[in-house]
Each structure stands twice: as structure tokens, then as C-alpha cells.
């Protein structure tokens, strides 16, 4: 009996028929576990991938309202449309986002914060755990408002030094200096020159005084001229510049009308009828011992002429002011007269690229107001110059003021040209 027993013992041992689902019955439940945690986990992966482009969706829309708008008034509804449009599987059990300012790199309220989850049962998980799944997101989103830079001594070259100051020079221009040159020294100010202003910013680097440090921006790409893409006035009526008008001797008076002159020397006292004056070739002098006055002019410079404004000190006075946008209405500028507007010279944009010939030389009896406008032109501001002017601006290609001349524009900031701004800056950083 017991060897028959031995024997059947032996005959099962060596049988190894239906081991394969003994194996696979014992192993089920972890299949079938593994299954069902797998398909919660993609389920779990999609649902945190869509919750997570919709707050980071929610976050940049919010922030670039900000900074389109310029105020924090509707970023929290522009951020939540944001969230809400992007959802879809989730659309119907995420939360409301909470969306709302938080501090980045040492600012303060400079970026928008959106969090966010999504909760819902599943199959196999909530089998387990008894409980919903719950998946939290968060995107943080930082921007820097767009600048707006404003001046009224700007130096148009894109390379090289563009505006230097030197000497004993004083420049009081508290509507800023502007320089497009992206070089290094794109502003030079000598140590012993005094600059008072509010703002300096160029494409490249400058080298100031300590003093000015503290109102120096510099790498800003995005700085335009509002005037390139103005085309030259003119006024093709032939005129000539003699002093025949009445009076003899001394008391000679000219009295002259707009129109194109191949030069305009002063050689009288002078008055200029408003309007548009064309220097084509020659030379704008009004620098002689004779008082000039103009009220409503602009001088328009071509084919390379030269400018020569101020006097020499000794007791004249040149009193100058530009057209005004009504002045343009009727004739054929009208249509821009707004940009036109306070221009006193405008020098064409062909005339003769680098030309160093502009000089500004004022005295203590001048006004001059308005806008010289020299893109092709180099201006040098000696030191015989003394002029203080209720609102004058300079745009040139380089601007030189040198020795001890005095400079002061009086030019409100907000009355100074734009010179653009730097861009704004959006950007997800968690």
C-alpha cells in the first residue's frame, strides 16, 4: 500500500500539465491590478497635461493684459476666458482658478499666479482608496510694462558716439537725451560738463558722469524717430534774400516771404513772413549783427545746405517760432499738419548723410523755439552759445556741444518728442 502510494506520488511529480493556469490564477489579481492602475494613470496624466495648459493659458493672458492695458482692472477675467477655453475633458469637474498678483525677482505684484485642480472618481483607485482622485496645477507667469521714453536732445546715427557733451558745457534739459547708436559711448558726457536731465537712454552703452547714473537706461533696441517717414516740405516759389525791402543804411529792414532761396543770408534787420522757407544748395545764416524775426516759419534745408543759427552777441536778438498745425490747413501738407507741427528747420533726409557743417551758435537776446529736425546733419553747439529756450529740441544725426557753451530747454517732458520704448515682456517662469 505504501509503495503504491510512493509510486502515484511519483507519477504526479513528473506531471506538469495545467501549471501554466495555476501560475496565471495565482498571478491575476496582479494583472488585473496593474491594468486598472494603469488606465487610472493615464487618465490622471490627461486630465494634469489639459489642467496645466489652461493655467499656464490663464497666467500669460492675464499678464498680457496687464501690459496691454496698462492697469490691473480686467487681467482676472481675461486669465479665467483664458482657463475656460482651453479645458475639455476636465471642463466639467475642474474649479473655478484662483487667479491673482504675486511677487518675482525682488518685485512687487509683477506677475500673475493662476492654480487650479480637477477632482473625480475613478474605477480601480477609488475601489482601493474609497476616495476621488484630485489633481493640482499651478502656472506663474511675469511682465514688465512697455517704457516710454520721451526726449528732446536726441542724436539719430546708429553707430558711433552720437551725442557728446564736453568742456565746461551746462545742458539743462530735463525732457531727456536720446541716442539711437547701439556702439558703446553712444553718449559721452565729459567729466567737467554739467548735464541736468531726467532721462538718458540709448541703444548702446554711455559714459556719464555718477551724477547721471541714476536716470541712464541703456540697451533699449526699440527706439524710432516719429519723423522718418515724413517727406521734405517745399515751396518751389523762387525768392532772393536782398535787403531792398525799405530803409537805407542801418536802418535797412528786409522783409522777406517764403519760397525757395539758394541761400538765405541775413544782411539787415530782418522779419520773415510765415510760412515755408527751401534753402536748396546753399546756406541758412543768421548768425550776423542784425535782429531776425519770424514768427510761424520753417526752414527747410536740401541738397546739402548748411545752417548757421544765433548771433554773435552784441546786442541783436533772433526770435523764431515754427508753424503750427493750423498754419498747414489749405495748402498741401494739411493732411499731416499735426506731424509738421513745431518743426523750425527740416533738413531732407538725402541732403548730405554725416554733414558737419550745422552750427547753433545763441546769445542771451535769441528765443528760439521748436524743433530742428537734422537727420543727415551734424550740429555743433559751441562755446560762444547761450541760449535758453522756452521749448527747443534737437534731433540730429550727431549733436556737439562743446567748450562752455550753456544749453537750457525749458521743454516740458511731456511736450518732448517720443523716441519710442523698450518692449514689453511676458514670459511663464513656473
Known amino acids: 500500500m505504501v509503495q503504491k502510494f510512493i509510486a502515484l506520488a511519483k507519477k504526479l511529480s513528473r506531471d506538469v500539465r495545467g501549471n501554466a493556469l495555476v501560475i496565471v490564477g495565482l498571478g491575476m489579481p496582479a494583472l488585473i491590478g496593474a491594468t486598472g492602475y494603469g488606465v487610472d494613470t493615464a487618465q490622471w496624466y490627461m486630465w494634469k497635461r489639459e489642467l496645466q495648459h489652461s493655467v499656464d493659458q490663464a497666467a500669460l493672458g492675464g499678464a498680457f493684459d496687464i501690459v496691454k492695458s496698462g492697469n490691473y482692472d480686467t487681467y482676472e477675467l481675461r486669465a479665467e476666458q483664458e482657463f475656460n477655453a482651453n479645458l475639455g475633458k476636465t471642463v466639467d469637474f475642474a474649479t473655478t482658478p484662483t487667479i491673482r498678483l504675486a511677487d518675482y525677482a525682488g518685485g512687487t505684484d509683477n506677475s500673475v499666479l493662476v492654480t487650479a485642480s480637477a477632482t473625480k472618481r475613478l474605477p480601480f483607485s477609488s475601489f482601493l482608496t474609497g476616495n476621488a482622485a484630485t489633481i493640482r496645477v499651478s502656472a506663474q507667469a511675469s511682465f514688465t510694462e512697455a517704457a516710454s521714453y520721451m526726449a528732446c536732445l536726441i542724436s539719430l546715427a546708429k553707430t558711433g558716439t552720437g551725442t557728446d557733451i564736453g568742456g565746461s558745457s551746462v545742458v539743462k534739459a530735463k525732457c531727456g537725451l536720446a541716442a539711437f547708436s547701439c556702439d558703446d559711448d553712444a553718449i559721452e558726457i565729459d567729466g567737467s560738463a554739467t548735464v541736468e536731465t531726467d532721462s538718458i537712454v540709448a541703444c548702446g552703452t554711455v559714459s556719464v558722469p555718477a551724477a547721471n547714473d541714476d536716470v541712464v537706461t541703456e540697451g533699449v533696441k526699440s527706439l524710432s524717430d516719429i519723423y522718418e517717414g515724413l517727406a521734405t516740405p517745399d515751396n518751389p516759389t523762387p525768392r532772393d534774400d536782398s ?23 541775413v544782411k539787415c534787420t530782418t522779419v520773415l513772413e510765415p510760412g515755408i522757407y527751401v534753402i536748396d544748395g546753399g546756406t541758412l545764416d543768421l548768425s550776423a549783427n542784425y535782429n531776425v524775426t519770424g514768427n510761424g516759419v520753417m526752414f527747410v534745408l536740401k541738397n546739402g545746405a548748411l545752417m548757421k543759427m544765433g548771433g554773435s552777441g552784441n546786442g541783436n536778438s533772433i526770435n523764431l517760432n ?20 513745431g518743426i523750425l528747420v527740416f533738413e531732407d533726409k538725402d541732403s548730405n548723410p554725416g554733414n558737419p557743417g550745422h552750427m547753433f551758435n545763441g546769445n542771451s537776446n535769441s528765443l528760439i523755439e521748436g524743433t530742428m529736425y537734422l537727420p543727415a546733419g551734424e550740429i555743433t553747439v559751441n562755446g560762444t552759445a547761450n541760449v535758453t529756450s522756452q521749448c527747443l529740441m534737437i534731433s540730429a544725426y550727431r549733436i556737439h556741444i562743446s567748450g562752455g557753451a550753456e544749453l537750457e530747454t525749458l521743454c516740458p517732458v511731456d511736450d518732448s518728442m517720443s523716441v519710442g520704448g523698450g518692449l514689453a515682456d511676458v514670459r511663464l517662469i513656473a
Open 243 to 265: 535787403c531792398k525791402s525799405f530803409g537805407k543804411g542801418k536802418n535797412t529792414i528786409a522783409t522777406l516771404q517764403p519760397g525757395t532761396y539758394s541761400s538765405l543770408v
Open 322 to 341: 515754427p508753424m503750427e498745425a493750423a498754419d498747414f490747413v489749405g495748402g498741401p501738407y494739411e493732411g499731416k499738419a499735426d506731424l509738421y507741427s
